[in-house]
């Protein structure tokens, strides 16, 4: 009897066990829904920010950015210095082992990550990346197994920053020898989660690396891809997958609501762009009275939801560590319709044939707003109708990318939507002389503004830089080349059980010194 | 002998009787007109159609707002607020008076479109099925190369160059659409090419234009009517996809497709923004079919209720 | 009808070049550069924006590149995305059995649910059922497809839960994974189908029972559900395989939006995308296969005419 119930009670605890094993470790799986999945080559992922997420969980970096302050943390290295203006020296954490149990490293016979591993993965990202800034780097040499030396051009105070240094994944060389194309679709590298299924197109699955010098929480992570935003966010709703990356921001409120939390780090810049070479937007006084004539305030609110952007006064995000300013250009904003008409009138334009419309010389004031989608399009339907009203001829022509771009390019467009570069390049990107028919579409050409944008580059002092910065975009906002409207936050939602979830910025961080994801239902 | 022949032979009527006489002809008419008045439906139908087209007429008259008037402070009012039977949409302006004005549009579209396709189609189908040969050849290849051409590189391509607008979506659509008519038609003509009626015809000296277009397309009408009026719904849709993609009908121009584009971000908060252009589109359609049934039924003197 | 299936054949040949030459030249002629665009959204960097151009030879003359990619194609050699470095092959590949699956099982619901409901509203016209019909057919055509898609979503998928919201199911994972994959797509993409071809049919029907050998057969004392299924259904069947053949021909080009609510990999998507962007060798490809497909199902209904009514001939 006694031995019949001593079995009984030791099934039963087995079972009890490892149901509840099992239902633990079932539990720690987390699942991203995003809007694609296509390449997942380290180096080779072209700004495509679920492929790099993918990647950077397979692969460490020397750094990763901060959660709060965006500044480089320690990942791979464990300490840099920069010896001066154009040297940076690296030490590496020692004991990282590479992924084993794979086609590049079977079991048990992985190596461990040194010095000539990262300066093999800058030559491969050098030669290879599409989308990164590495041109500053001149060489990245090993001086011994644990640190790396790299030389700068000329002085490069944003090194370590995404889209350059900090983006750079290291793998090994045998990675590339032995997979060649599969690199694509089963990269490895020494990161807390080896990459198990990926299917282009479809999803992605992770499992956690038991080697890895983090200790995950999670088990797995799967990547999903739904493309379109209102079916990611029923899967959401259904409990189908516990992250949506870059959800649509209208359906934030209702989220926040029902319990989910938003998750985004950084975003966009948006604002109204002007090609300064093309009439009527060659004449400061036009550009200025169509600024006074938009209340900028009520219309950003009507295009996103209030709790996911913010009024922006400058191009320079709020995310960004220097330049950032508010407080300083908003003596420069203004919303006064007469006064927009009677700048209007200074520059010639007036309703003489009293049609409803001004005009100059016989012709009316009318130009064409060109967008192509999303909430530009929302943005520029409010424009158009304000300016209609006060008598400004301006439509919306919205267009197909590739046709939207080579008008901008080729000078075609005078009014348009800027959308892009909120990261630390942007007012060179957007507004240096030198780089008119590329990237500066303003065709904006200001030797003070050239001059200081090129000090500032060559300057490493964070103060110092960023008061350059400020002295350049108040020129730009006060030569109103642009009317900034609003910063737009990344909008990812989590469901309320995934704890200790960072957004990506740069790299998706699961586990890091400063977090740990898991999940608690 | 003309005469003989110039009588369409539509419903195939083999009771003969009294062919040739004038009078004969023109009662038909009238017995077809009178046909159709009794049928309730076709009626219905007649009478939405109209309901539409005075809207899109006296729209300025009709609509209680400015369909382009914003007002920020309202946005995503539910049907029946005050001032607003329908609602108001993301940028607070008026959805019924955007309906109403937006009925221009669409049925200009839908009806163009649908005109041009069909007209093209048909002919083109006509000529290929009774004639067969090289020209089936080269008309089926034409009706090929169009069908199984991407629509969209079509669409992007036109835009391109021609610049969006309300007139090159139209064009675009009455290009994409002719193959299916070209097709239908070819069909029944094939069919219709062998029966011993299409060869009377031609023993009385009838000659081909005639048969074609007197004796076998009439026959082809039922099918044909039906793909309009679907067809009318596929071009307002059609506009709505090629808004998605930002080629066509420009903010903020009020158009029932361009509606449903800019409600599906609304879906789960404000549904009424997509369910009214839904439901306008609909019964366009609905009023579209209950005609086309309508004349069917009249023209075909074997039914008769 | 050997002769007239090889001819046939050969005479697709030259209408398969002459859709890539226009695609091809359409897209030199309209603006938009895949390098320029992937620069404008930051996908590159204007350092690397010159070394793309060269190595896509994207500076070349147009005959040069679509010498280049016909060349490639005789070699079997479908190229790499502009866009995303990937092996087109490799994603049509993984694709195209998707895209087939859905537009097949897209039209077979659409025929299961078309064909009895256009007969009996022919047999029973002006009756309840053939209004019913009637305005299920409008609602069905009428509503958008994103609509009917997400509004399904939200009723199978989050409200029931007795339905998938995302993906392709896998045969392999049992038949249940495979079909109710299948359901809410095919359901959305065969709805507007089935309305269309029940109309059809209805107006198809109705037609041919006017007709004299119906009569004919009547007279002969014939059943009426003989006649109607061996005389009437046979003629009337034909207009309704033309649309719906010229149907699945779109089809089978893959319903992007429908792929995109339902996270369906076809090839839809990849085109659309490709459009966009510009990715000129995605572009071909893609162009290419749909086209083929398209010239395959064209024969293949050209020849049901035959089958059907023995009285078509094809001189």
Redesign the interface.
């Known amino acids: 009897m006694k031995a019949h119930k001593w079995v009984c009670f030791l099934v039963v605890a087995t079972l009890g066990l490892a149901l509840i094993g099992a239902g633990v470790s079932a539990q720690q799986v987390l699942k991203i829904a995003v809007g694609d999945l296509?390449?997942v080559?380290p180096m080779?992922l072209?700004?495509?920010n679920s492929d790099v997420s993918v990647a950077s969980l397979v692969c460490d970096n020397l750094v990763f950015l901060g959660k709060d302050d965006f500044l480089p943390k320690p990942e791979l290295a464990v300490s840099w210095e920069a010896v001066d203006d154009y040297t940076w020296v690296f030490h590496l954490r020692e004991g990282v082992m590479f992924q084993d149990g794979n086609a590049v490293f079977a079991e048990g016979e992985a190596r461990e990550v040194t010095a000539d591993d990262v300066v093999y993965s800058i030559n491969r990202a050098k030669e290879v990346a599409?989308?990164?800034?590495l041109?500053e780097i001149e060489s990245a040499t090993a001086l011994d197994r644990y640190t790396v030396e790299v030389k700068t051009s000329q002085p490069a105070p944003f090194l370590l920053d995404v889209?350059h240094l900090a983006s750079v994944m290291i793998i090994p060389h045998e990675a590339v020898e032995v997979l060649g194309?599969d690199l694509?679709t089963s990269p490895i590298g020494s990161g807390p989660f080896e990459l198990q299924t990926f299917?282009?197109?479809?999803?992605a699955v992770l499992t956690a690396n038991e080697d890895s010098w983090l200790d995950p929480n999670l088990d797995e992570v799967q990547f999903?891809?739904?493309?379109?935003p209102?079916?990611s966010i029923?899967?959401l709703?259904?409990g189908?997958v516990d992250v949506v990356s870059y959800g649509p921001a209208d359906e934030g409120p209702r989220l926040l609501d029902q319990g989910f939390s938003v998750a985004g780090r950084g975003g966009s810049y948006r604002g109204v762009g002007f090609n300064v070479t093309t009439p009527p937007f060659d004449d400061y006084r036009v550009r200025r009275a169509i600024s006074l004539a938009l209340d900028v305030d009520s219309i950003w609110k009507a295009v996103i939801p209030e709790d996911f952007g913010e009024r922006a006064y400058g191009q320079v995000p709020p995310w960004v560590p220097m330049g950032f300013d508010s407080e300083g250009l908003m003596d420069l904003d203004g919303y006064d319709q007469v006064a927009a008409l009677d700048l209007f009138a200074q520059a010639g334009w007036t309703d003489s044939d009293g049609d409803g419309f001004l005009d100059k010389d016989g012709e009316k004031l009318s130009f064409e707003l060109k967008c192509f989608g999303g909430a530009q399009v929302r943005v520029f339907t409010i424009i158009a109708t304000v300016l209609q009203q006060l008598g400004i001829d301006a439509t919306v022509l919205q267009q197909?990318?590739?046709?939207w771009?080579?008008?901008?390019?080729a000078g075609n467009t005078g009014m348009f939507f800027d959308f892009?570069?909120a990261g630390t390049t942007g007012l060179y990107?957007m507004f240096h002389g030198s780089?008119i028919t590329?990237?500066n579409t303003h065709f904006y050409d200001n030797p003070t503004v050239n001059a200081l944008l090129d000090e500032a580059n060559m300057t490493v002092n964070y103060a110092a830089r960023s008061t350059l910065w400020k002295a350049a975009q108040r020129l730009i906002v006060k030569d109103q080349v642009i009317i900034p409207l609003y910063f737009e936050v990344v909008t990812t939602y989590v469901a309320p059980y995934v704890k200790d979830f960072v957004s990506e910025w740069g790299t998706l961080e699961l586990v890091s010194s400063e977090n740990n994801v898991y999940i608690d239902r | 002998m003309t005469k003989r022949c110039g009588r369409s032979l539509f419903?195939?009527r083999?009771r003969g009787g009294g062919s040739s006489e004038p009078g004969r002809r023109i009662s038909l008419r009238r017995r077809a007109i009178r046909a159709f008045v009794r049928n309730r439906?076709a009626v219905l139908g007649t009478t939405m159609l109209l309901a539409f087209v005075v809207c899109a007429i006296f729209a300025d008259y009709i609509a209680p707002h400015d369909p382009l008037e914003m007002d920020l402070m309202k946005p995503f009012q539910g049907p029946g607020s005050p001032g607003h039977l329908l609602g108001t949409d993301n940028f607070g302006r008026d959805i019924l008076s955007r309906l109403i004005f937006g009925s221009r549009i669409s049925l200009t579209v839908g009806l163009v479109v649908v005109s041009i396709a069909a007209v093209l189609g048909s002919t083109l189908g006509l000529l290929s099925g009774y004639y067969?040969?090289a020209i089936d050849?080269l008309v089926?290849?034409l009706v090929?190369?169009f069908?199984?051409?991407?629509f969209?590189?079509?669409a992007?391509?036109v835009m391109?160059?021609l610049g969006p607008s309300i007139y090159n979506v139209m064009l675009v659509l009455g290009l994409v659409n002719w193959?299916?008519y070209a097709?239908?038609v070819r069909?029944?003509v094939?069919?219709l090419r062998?029966t011993p009626f299409v060869e009377a015809a031609k023993a009385t000296g009838c000659s081909n234009r005639r048969i074609m277009f007197l004796h076998i397309l009439p026959?082809c009408t039922?099918?044909l009517?039906?793909?309009m009026?679907?067809s009318i719904?596929?071009a307002i849709?059609s506009t709505?996809?090629l808004g998605f993609?930002g080629l066509g009908v420009q903010p903020p121009t009020p158009e029932w497709g361009m509606m449903?584009n800019e409600g599906?971000d609304f879906?789960r908060r404000a549904p009424h923004m997509?369910t009214y252009p839904?439901v306008a589109?609909?019964l366009i359609?609905?009023s579209l079919?209950f005609i086309g049934?309508g004349l069917?039924d009249a023209l075909?003197p074997?039914?008769r209720? | 009808m050997l002769t007239y299936l090889v001819r046939r054949i050969l005479?697709?040949i030259?209408?398969l070049l002459?859709?890539t030459f226009?695609?091809f030249a359409?897209?030199h002629?309209?603006?938009?550069?895949p390098v320029?665009?992937?620069?404008?959204?930051?996908?590159?960097?204007?350092?690397?924006?010159e070394?793309?151009t060269e190595f896509y030879s994207l500076d070349k003359p147009w005959y040069v590149q679509y010498g280049r990619y016909l060349g490639n194609l005789m070699r079997g050699d479908l190229g790499v995305s502009i866009?995303?470095?990937?092996?087109i092959a490799a994603?049509i590949a993984?694709?195209l059995p998707n895209t087939i699956l859905l537009a097949f099982s897209s039209m077979l619901l659409a025929l299961l649910i078309a064909l009895p409901v256009g007969v009996i509203s022919a047999t029973h016209?002006?009756s309840i059922a053939d209004?019913a019909s009637?305005?299920a057919?409008?609602?069905g055509?009428?509503?958008?497809s994103?609509?009917l898609g997400?509004l399904l979503?939200?009723q199978f998928?989050?409200a029931w839960?007795v339905l998938?919201?995302?993906?392709?199911g896998r045969l392999s994972n049992g038949l249940w994974d495979f079909i109710s994959h299948l359901i809410l797509p095919s359901l959305t993409m065969g709805t507007g189908l089935a309305?269309?071809l029940a109309?059809?049919t209805?107006?198809?029907v109705?037609?041919v029972l006017?007709?004299?050998y119906i009569r004919t057969a009547r007279a002969k004392g014939l059943k009426e559900r003989i006649v109607l299924y061996r005389h009437a259904l046979r003629?009337a069947i034909?207009?309704v395989?033309?649309?719906a053949?010229?149907q699945l021909?779109?089809l089978l080009?893959g319903a992007v939006?429908v792929?995109?609510?339902?996270?369906w990999?076809g090839l839809g998507?990849?085109?659309?995308q490709a459009?966009?962007?510009?990715d000129l060798p995605v572009?071909q490809i893609?162009?290419l296969v749909?086209?083929i497909a398209?010239?395959i199902v064209?024969l293949l209904v050209d020849v049901l005419?035959t089958v059907i009514?023995p009285?078509?001939r094809?001189?």
């Open positions: 296509e390449n080559d080779d072209g700004g495509r599409v989308y990164l800034v041109g889209h194309d694509k299917i282009p197109g479809e999803r999903i891809v739904i493309p379109d209102a079916a029923i899967a709703e259904a189908e197909d990318v590739g046709v771009v080579d008008d901008l390019l892009s570069y990107s780089l590329q990237s | 419903g195939r083999s439906m067969g040969g050849i089926m290849r090929e190369i069908a199984a051409f991407p969209l590189i079509l992007v391509a391109a160059v193959p299916i097709r239908l069909s029944q094939l069919t062998e026959n039922s099918s009517t039906v793909t009026a679907m719904a596929g849709l709505a996809a993609l449903l599906k879906l997509i839904g589109i609909m359609v609905l079919n049934d069917r075909d074997h039914i209720s | 005479i697709s030259p209408v002459g859709i226009i695609t359409l897209l002629l309209t603006p938009g550069d320029r665009i992937m620069l404008a959204t930051e996908q590159v960097t204007p350092e690397v924006a070394r793309l866009t995303s470095r990937t092996d994603s993984n694709r016209r002006n209004y009637l305005t057919s409008m609602i055509v009428s509503m958008p994103f609509w997400l979503l939200l998928g989050l839960k998938p919201i995302w993906g392709v309305a269309l109309r059809l209805r107006a198809s109705l037609e006017t007709q004299d003629n034909i207009p395989i033309t649309a053949g010229l021909g779109y080009g939006i792929e995109s609510i339902f996270s990999p998507r990849l085109t659309i459009i966009q962007k510009r572009i893609s162009t749909f086209a398209f010239v064209t005419y009514d009285r078509i094809y001189d």
